[in-house]
């Protein structure tokens, strides 16, 4: 069927969803997605609104109906945020704020997706059929990751839903399946990139001064630019100690001498509330900043693209496994509470040296003399 509406396309996501576009008047390359075609109610109103340019905006009730995916999401992101804020609830059993800040646009999502006749899932009911969420998972058409991610906000609203009058007691949710297959995550700095990227950022630069501080702490990148002096405590002897409590909720807190090269470098830089800052003297904005920083440095640098700050964390763990560092060392340089989560750094050096003595014990063995085993 041909439909005459200038810039009006009609293709498939990589899911194999039907998906209608309008090209912007005036710009062929612009294109905007709209939730419906031509014969739907509100077509002509998203079409119009499309070729000038503008996203259609999907109307939401300003009330949620009782029982419905509105109304579990709004309550459990609700209850959430009222964890947060709560003073009385201790730091360590509260959720984070990034958890909210991650879901709540993902379960946002999830309630504007459309069903097969058009109606919006967050008002339908909130005993949803396993074919519902996987049209909710496959609307996400290549992007895996965020597909589970979404999985995951569900699972957790519905877990806070069980034990709520109004909601499933149990829902197909925790039925659906994953997709995203894991690539490895970060690349870890190899020895080479590391040499690297200080040969090109001297001392005296913030490039260099913040790569010394990673590798000195081993820090998540939401917590590199929150470091300051305030962190670092001085003993009787006049030896210097790093500690500081990381972000991510559950980890343990961190003390570590401080390298040489790294005060050496603190030498060169002026005084003041934090390590790492921008050129007009000030703190880094988010973490999101700071990520954009390293990859202009490591670009300037000529390092291969995707060396982040959490691969140094990985590239020095696995120098340090190889070095012999035990498991419970890297735990407590690397924050972590639990030793399987280490223990991915030294199984491959532990097992390839257990190999190693396994063949220096045959080698040493006298097979003329072995007795005989029946």
């Not at 009609?10 to 969803?17: M, N, V, W």
């Not at 000038?52 to 905006?57: E, F, I, R």
């Not at 080698?363 to 072995?370: E, F, I, Y």
């Given at each position: 069927?041909?439909?005459?509406?200038?810039?009006?396309l009609?293709?498939?996501?990589?899911?194999?969803?039907l998906?209608?576009?309008?090209?912007?008047?005036?710009?062929?390359?612009?294109?905007v997605?709209?939730?419906?075609?031509?014969?739907?109610p509100?077509?002509?109103?998203?079409?119009?609104?499309?070729r000038?340019?503008?996203?259609?905006?999907v109307?939401?009730?300003?009330?949620?109906?009782a029982?419905?995916?509105?109304?579990?999401?709004?309550?459990?992101l609700?209850?959430?945020?009222e964890?947060?804020?709560?003073?009385e609830i201790?730091?360590q059993?509260?959720p984070?704020?990034?958890?909210?800040?991650?879901?709540?646009?993902?379960?946002?999502?999830?309630?504007?997706?459309?069903?097969?006749d058009g109606?919006?899932?967050?008002?339908?009911d909130?005993d949803l059929?396993?074919?519902?969420?996987?049209?909710i998972?496959?609307?996400?058409?290549?992007?895996?990751?965020?597909?589970?991610?979404?999985?995951?906000?569900?699972?957790?609203?519905?877990?806070?839903g069980?034990?709520?009058?109004?909601?499933p007691?149990?829902s197909?949710?925790?039925?659906v399946?994953?997709?995203?297959?894991?690539r490895?995550?970060?690349?870890?700095?190899?020895?080479?990139?590391?040499?690297?990227?200080?040969?090109?950022?001297?001392p005296?630069?913030?490039?260099?001064?913040?790569?010394?501080?990673s590798?000195?702490?081993?820090p998540?990148?939401?917590?590199?630019y929150r470091?300051?002096?305030?962190?670092?405590?001085w003993?009787s002897t006049?030896?210097?100690?790093?500690?500081?409590?990381?972000s991510?909720?559950?980890?343990?807190?961190?003390?570590?001498?401080?390298?040489?090269?790294?005060?050496?470098?603190?030498?060169?830089?002026?005084?003041?509330?934090?390590?790492?800052?921008?050129?007009?003297?000030?703190r880094?904005?988010?973490?999101e900043?700071?990520?954009?920083?390293?990859?202009?440095?490591t670009?300037e640098?000529?390092?291969?693209?995707?060396?982040?700050?959490?691969?140094i964390?990985?590239?020095?763990?696995?120098?340090l496994a190889?070095?012999?560092?035990?498991?419970?060392?890297?735990?407590?340089?690397?924050?972590?509470t639990?030793?399987?989560?280490?223990?991915?750094?030294?199984?491959?050096?532990e097992?390839?040296?257990?190999?190693?003595?396994?063949?220096?014990?045959i080698?040493?063995?006298?097979?003329?003399?072995?007795d005989?085993?029946v």
């Open positions: 069927m041909k439909y005459r509406f200038k810039g009006l009609k293709d498939k996501t990589a899911a194999g969803s998906r209608w576009r309008v090209r912007v008047e005036g710009d062929r390359d612009r294109k997605t709209i939730p419906m075609g031509p014969g739907e509100r077509f002509h109103e998203h079409y119009a609104a499309a000038a340019g503008h996203a259609p905006q109307r939401k009730p300003e009330k949620s109906v029982g419905t995916l509105d109304a579990l999401c709004e309550g459990y609700a209850w959430l945020s964890q947060i804020n709560d003073t201790e730091s059993f509260k984070s704020p990034l958890t909210l800040k991650g879901y709540r646009p993902l379960l946002n999502r999830a309630c504007d997706i459309k069903d097969l109606d919006r899932m967050g008002s339908l909130a059929p396993r074919e519902a969420f996987v049209h998972r496959d609307s996400f058409g290549s992007k895996t990751g965020s597909a589970d991610n979404c999985l995951k906000a569900l699972r957790a609203a519905y877990r806070w069980e034990e709520r009058s109004g909601f007691d149990t197909a949710i925790f039925d399946k994953k997709v995203h297959r894991n490895g995550g970060a690349t870890p700095w190899a020895v080479a990139d590391m040499r690297r990227f200080l040969q090109h950022h001297g005296g630069t913030m490039a260099r001064l913040w790569f010394l501080l590798l000195n702490v081993l998540r990148i939401g917590d590199v470091l300051g002096p305030e962190h670092i405590l003993s006049g030896d210097a100690v790093l500690s500081f409590q990381p991510k909720k559950g980890s343990a807190h961190v003390d570590v001498p401080v390298l040489r090269q790294l005060l050496e470098e603190l030498k060169l830089h002026p005084e003041r509330a934090f390590f790492i800052g921008n050129k007009a003297g000030g880094f904005a988010s973490a900043v700071v990520r954009n920083k390293i990859q202009d440095w670009a640098a000529g390092l291969p693209k995707g060396r982040t700050q959490h691969g964390r990985k590239g020095a763990a696995e120098l190889a070095a012999g560092a035990t498991q419970y060392e890297i735990m407590a340089l690397m924050s972590h639990q030793a399987q989560t280490s223990e991915i750094y030294t199984r491959k050096v097992r390839a040296g257990l190999a190693a003595r396994a063949i220096e014990r080698s040493c063995l006298d097979l003329g003399k072995v005989h085993v």
